[in-house]
């Protein structure tokens, strides 16, 4: 997560009941910005949770970026994936 957080920084984030744990990486963080590393307790709600997260941290839900290849890694993958969307074949004729 990526924003205007300032002093409330990754006390509020942390609070969260599914927040394992969260972490301000100095890498991404600059001027009034600052970057925010999340670990969940349950990685599979990341892609309701973080949204969520980020409002109760006063940020917009463009301030959430994942880390598809590492989430890829645990075999979690969007909804909204387009690949996951199956449809059924189109009958033979």
Same mark, same amino acid.
């Given at each position: 997560?990526?924003?205007?957080?300032? &002093?409330?920084?990754?006390?509020?984030? =942390?609070?969260?009941? @599914?927040? /394992?744990?969260?972490v301000r990486n100095? #890498? !991404?963080?600059?001027?009034?910005?600052?970057?925010?590393?999340?670990?969940?307790?349950?990685?599979?709600?990341?892609?309701? &949770?973080?949204?969520?997260?980020?409002? =109760?941290?006063?940020? @917009?839900? /463009?301030?959430?970026?994942?880390?598809? #290849? !590492?989430?890829?890694?645990?075999?979690?993958?969007?909804?909204?994936?387009?690949f996951l969307a199956?449809?059924?074949p189109a009958p033979?004729?």
């Open positions: 997560m990526t924003g205007a957080i300032y &002093d409330r920084e990754p006390a509020v984030i =942390q609070s969260q009941s @599914n927040v /394992e744990k969260a100095e #890498a !991404l963080s600059g001027g009034n910005e600052i970057a925010i590393d999340l670990i969940l307790k349950n990685k599979r709600s990341i892609f309701s &949770d973080l949204p969520r997260i980020a409002e =109760q941290a006063g940020l @917009n839900r /463009e301030a959430v970026s994942y880390h598809y #290849a !590492l989430l890829n890694m645990y075999l979690i993958r969007s909804g909204e994936d387009a199956w449809k059924a033979r004729r």
